[in-house]
């Protein structure tokens, strides 16, 4: 944690760049909310103009500011400016609107977010935000005036025209970027493009409740980072993973019985998972597919509820794992896979004890087993018994009102392997 006087020396350092960014989003806020009061400018304008301008504000962040410091305390204190505008009703050109959404406020954290990952790096900071700021506006603004083949998503819906715009948009925005800062060379260049315009489309899709705003910021730094600081040839594993996502989406088209926000997830799982991890990282997580898709395809339900949440504790993991590149998550993964697994059995298997401890006792070994076999000299034992625990602790959060219980539940039981493996090695 940065000292307080750190904080007060990177203020003065930045001084002149943090008071024209402050009084550059003063401005535009205090613009929108007259605009808004005086011409009765519905809020969607008003909040998706504040939204663009806000993105070209932040946007000259590495040319204005230097240190975190300084990044911290403007993103913390225009996070509070939003709440208080919240609590007092002096941003209704913002806040008034009728869906539910969070994303004013994850604004500030998505542009910290972006600069400690980028280390103010100008391309991995200002392509991740433009795409947010530029390609988020311009599908909600299509999606309104011309959605007309929508799908559902957790709690509400997107449309295709939507996120075709999104993807055009996207495309637009990182093309430019990477040709004007010179990486990659051509004709490298368009596949990266590619690559994350594909990646950013399909969390833009599936994502809720502005939920956007921090997650397509971080999925286009993660795709430009693993391409542009490890080299293109890091770019066969993301195109890899696309190819197989697409072919697993194929060949279970009929089984499954995946919705749109279903089969977004599950591409975006696989692709995920073998671009940051491979082989070894997604045949447990294939095993598991396989063994709820073929087994019980009458009872699966192939919703993005039923989906996300069977894969989103060991995602953690996977991307851990890309983030630290330690070797050591791996067990804790397979972990949360299997407990996602015994999870499954539990719902899908058939009322009667035996249908269940069956359905468990499946779903802990497949994942656990593909493993061992993929991996030897893994603790199987280790990984079989904390995905029971995890199984057990959805259990007993099975009746209360937390929201992300599989989520809560298979993260922990990673997290209780990981713990052994460091007592083992302290001993």
Request: proline share 4%; aromatic share 8%.
């Amino acid at each position: 944690m940065p000292t307080t006087r750190a904080i007060v020396d990177a203020l003065r350092a930045d001084a002149v760049g943090a008071a024209v960014i402050s009084v550059a989003i003063l401005l535009l806020f205090v613009g929108a909310e007259l605009f808004g009061r005086f011409t009765r400018a519905p809020t969607e304008w008003t909040r998706k103009g504040t939204h663009v301008g806000a993105g070209a504000v932040v946007l000259c962040f590495p040319w204005l500011v230097q240190h975190t410091e300084t990044v911290v305390v403007l993103s913390s204190t225009f996070a509070g400016l939003l709440v208080g505008g919240r609590v007092t009703g002096l941003l209704s050109s913002i806040h008034n609107v009728e869906r539910r959404t969070g994303g004013a406020y994850y604004y500030p954290f998505a542009v910290l977010l972006a600069w400690i990952l980028s280390g103010g790096e100008a391309l991995t900071f200002c392509v991740p935000l433009a795409v947010m700021a530029v390609a988020d506006t311009g599908a909600a603004l299509v999606g309104q005036r011309a959605g007309e083949t929508t799908f559902r998503v957790m709690d509400g819906s997107r449309s295709v025209e939507g996120s075709l715009a999104f993807f055009g948009l996207a495309f637009g925005v990182v093309l430019t970027g990477c040709a004007l800062d010179g990486r990659p060379g051509w004709p490298g260049i368009l596949l990266v493009t590619l690559v994350v315009a594909i990646l950013t489309t399909s969390v833009e899709a599936i994502s809720v409740r502005g939920s956007d705003n921090i997650l397509i910021p971080y999925a286009a730094w993660l795709g430009l980072d693993r391409t542009l600081r490890l080299g293109l040839s890091d770019l066969g594993g993301w195109v890899e993973g696309m190819i197989l996502a697409i072919g697993v989406l194929l060949a279970t088209r009929e089984r499954a019985g995946l919705d749109v926000a279903g089969g977004v997830t599950v591409f975006l799982i696989v692709t995920l998972t073998w671009a940051l991890g491979g082989t070894t990282w997604l045949l447990p997580l294939l095993g598991l597919y396989a063994l709820v898709v073929f087994f019980r395809p009458d009872r699966l339900e192939g919703r993005v509820e039923m989906v996300f949440p069977t894969a989103a504790g060991a995602l953690v993991w996977v991307l851990a794992f890309a983030h630290s590149g330690a070797p050591e998550l791996h067990a804790p993964y397979v972990s949360a896979v299997a407990a996602n697994g015994a999870i499954a059995g539990l719902l899908l298997a058939p009322a009667s004890v035996l249908g269940r401890v069956t359905g468990v006792a499946v779903g802990l070994l497949v994942p656990s087993v593909t493993m061992a076999w993929a991996v030897p000299g893994t603790p199987l034992v280790a990984v079989v018994l904390t995905a029971f625990m995890g199984l057990g602790l959805y259990r007993l959060l099975e009746r209360t009102p937390l929201m992300g219980k599989r989520l809560v539940a298979t993260a922990s039981s990673g997290l209780l392997l990981l713990g052994i493996q460091a007592m083992r090695e302290m001993a």
